[in-house]
């Protein structure tokens, strides 16, 4: 097929219409699949829009993610052809059959839609509100329309919530973020090279035009980047650079507000899920939308192992559907009685313990300050007396704080925040910050990350020139830093930083310690690299494809000094770590009149 025709099949009792046009306001046409019940009726929708081609099948595109899911959770392929499984939505198979239609829009210059390619941007937000009106009047909708998906399906719900449509009923953001600049671009204010590398692999690589030199999909046969075969010089020019864009806009301006959402207007029913081992991308926008979202009603849920995975396990199906049989079906399921925190509480060995709470951060939380002490290089319950310096190169491993061996069995599960007193022998200094837990014989414990097998508890980072921070929306366990202008350092001078680290849980066991690395590079793992997945570019060496290596954004005049830390003198050097007594037996219930159901 030459051209974009929407066309009819019908495949067991799920109807599909491919290619369903969705005119825009600019008469640009978007192109949508629709898979719904094949008998007549109006059926709740759930509806992902984004760039990543939805006849790409899964397996195609990420074929080493679809192979570590299948092997570690094979009750993904059960119930299913999985003949329609693509990357980061949900597979209609599994929808259909209980009374939903499954709409799968593909972005503007992306996949089967046309038009330039500008991701997360303010014409694709405004699109993807169309898009939910146009499935809110269709004769086959109930009018209800919920969003579900990962990452970049899960972004773009914050942004499109806070314009609130009018058929959008309810949103489940998997793993995503909220604020493009802090969470995504810009860590701490320091360049992060997996947007520009993700681009390349996962956006560019699907974009409209691409034609007979693109891939041919094997859900239906057509071509997943449209009929027209555009020059590479046209693709050029229908899409951003965004290796230029991102390093012309170094601070948090409205180039990067147009791309994060404002929470103050989100305010429709939500269920944002978080990934313990997201660091660097998939935890903490999903933490802070859940807090700062103005909605009433309102729900988070935090677990562990790879991000894409727990969307397609019976646990994460179960979780959504539940949410949703409730707020697009009206059903009485118990949802809205439920505790509003869902936590797989981390322990070492990759084990969860499912527990429920009232709020984030949990209210019964000791806020503990482990102090740094040059003597030894100890994490103390005291802040040092004397005063002592440390001194590590700025672009080195630098140096780590370990605490006593914890007597006993401790909860650690919250957002953490470090303050520190450096000096730097350059203008700048560049501050990676990994809590990190070793075993009695020192060995350190890392995790299955969301996208790395070997991935510390925390990370924070923080360039000091952007050590300046607002004091209405900081709080003491979560700085919240300006980005708006440098304020280069004086060299020798000694300036306060409040750094913040990423939210985390682990149940430290009796006789583990935990550590405060303070480094002047990315955290690697001693244990060596593993080969990271076939859609990312480097091999993962501890923090996934979350590099902050770029020389243009760390030049070595600036950068490569020596950074010190001053302690003691009344200078106090801690971190602030979430210390969450033992609940109530058997961890709390799930709604106040239901049991707990198990993870």
């Not at 671009?185 to 693109?214: E, P």
């Not at 994490?379 to 007597?407: I, Q």
Request: glycine share 10%; aromatic share 10%.
């Amino acid at each position: 097929m030459n051209s974009q025709q929407t066309r009819t099949e019908h495949r067991g009792d799920m109807r599909i219409d491919w290619d369903v046009p969705i005119t825009m306001d600019d008469g640009l046409v978007l192109r949508a699949d629709v898979y719904r019940p094949k008998g007549a009726g109006r059926y709740p929708v759930l509806m992902s829009h984004g760039p990543y081609a939805k006849l790409l099948h899964f397996e195609d595109g990420y074929g080493t993610a679809w192979q570590s899911m299948i092997e570690s959770h094979p009750e993904v392929l059960a119930g299913s052809s999985n003949r329609y499984q693509s990357w980061e939505v949900l597979d209609p198979e599994k929808w259909v059959p209980h009374g939903y239609a499954c709409v799968r829009v593909d972005s503007r210059g992306a996949g089967r839609s046309p038009g330039r390619l500008d991701p997360r941007c303010a014409r694709e937000t405004a699109d993807f509100a169309a898009s939910i009106e146009w499935a809110g009047i269709q004769p086959w909708s109930n009018g209800k329309v919920g969003l579900n998906g990962i990452s970049y399906y899960a972004i773009n719900q914050w942004q499109v919530a806070a314009l609130q449509p009018r058929h959008l009923a309810a949103i489940c953001v998997w793993e995503g973020t909220t604020d493009s600049y802090r969470e995504f671009f810009y860590h701490g204010g320091i360049y992060c090279t997996f947007a520009q590398n993700w681009y390349d692999m996962q956006l560019k690589s699907v974009q409209n035009g691409l034609g007979a030199r693109g891939r041919r999909s094997r859900l239906n046969g057509e071509l997943v980047s449209g009929p027209q075969t555009l020059t590479e010089e046209e693709l050029g020019a229908n899409r951003i650079d965004m290796w230029r864009e991102l390093l012309e806009h170094p601070f948090d301006d409205e180039y990067h507000r147009e791309r994060s959402a404002d929470l103050s207007k989100v305010e429709v029913p939500l269920l944002s899920a978080a990934n313990w081992g997201g660091q660097g991308l998939h935890l903490r926008g999903n933490i802070e939308g859940f807090i700062g979202a103005a909605s009433k009603r309102k729900w988070l849920e935090v677990h562990g192992i790879e991000h894409w995975t727990h969307f397609y396990t019976d646990y994460g199906i179960d979780l959504q559907r539940r949410f949703f049989d409730h707020f697009l079906k009206g059903e009485d399921n118990g949802w809205d009685r439920r505790l509003k925190v869902q936590l797989q509480v981390r322990h070492p060995g990759e084990r969860f313990a499912q527990r429920f709470e009232d709020a984030w951060p949990i209210g019964r939380t000791e806020w503990t300050k482990f102090h740094l002490d040059g003597s030894g290089r100890q994490l103390g319950a005291k802040p040092a007396h004397s005063a002592r310096s440390v001194t590590f190169s700025a672009l080195g491993d630098g140096v780590t704080f370990v605490s006593a061996p914890f007597a006993d069995e401790t909860e650690i599960t919250g957002p953490v925040a470090a303050r520190l007193h450096i000096s730097s022998s350059t203008t700048d200094a560049d501050l990676f910050l990994v809590l990190r837990l070793f075993a009695p014989d020192m060995k350190e414990v890392v995790f299955r990350g969301a996208l790395d097998p070997n991935t510390p508890i925390a990370q924070g980072w923080l360039r000091a020139s952007r050590r300046r921070t607002d004091p209405e929306r900081s709080l003491p366990y979560r700085p919240w830093h300006i980005h708006q202008a440098a304020e280069p350092l004086e060299a020798g001078a000694i300036y306060p930083v409040d750094v913040e680290i990423w939210p985390t849980c682990i149940v430290v066991p009796a006789g583990y310690r935990i550590g405060l690395s303070v480094r002047g590079r990315d955290y690697v793992y001693t244990g060596g690299a593993s080969a990271g997945l076939s859609n990312t570019r480097n091999p993962y060496t501890g923090c996934g494809p979350f590099l902050h290596n770029d020389s243009r954004d760390r030049p070595v005049e600036r950068f490569a000094g020596e950074t010190t830390i001053h302690l003691g003198a009344g200078r106090e050097n801690y971190v602030l770590l979430p210390v969450v007594p033992a609940s109530a037996p058997g961890g709390g219930p799930e709604t106040r009149d239901t049991a707990a159901r198990s993870g």
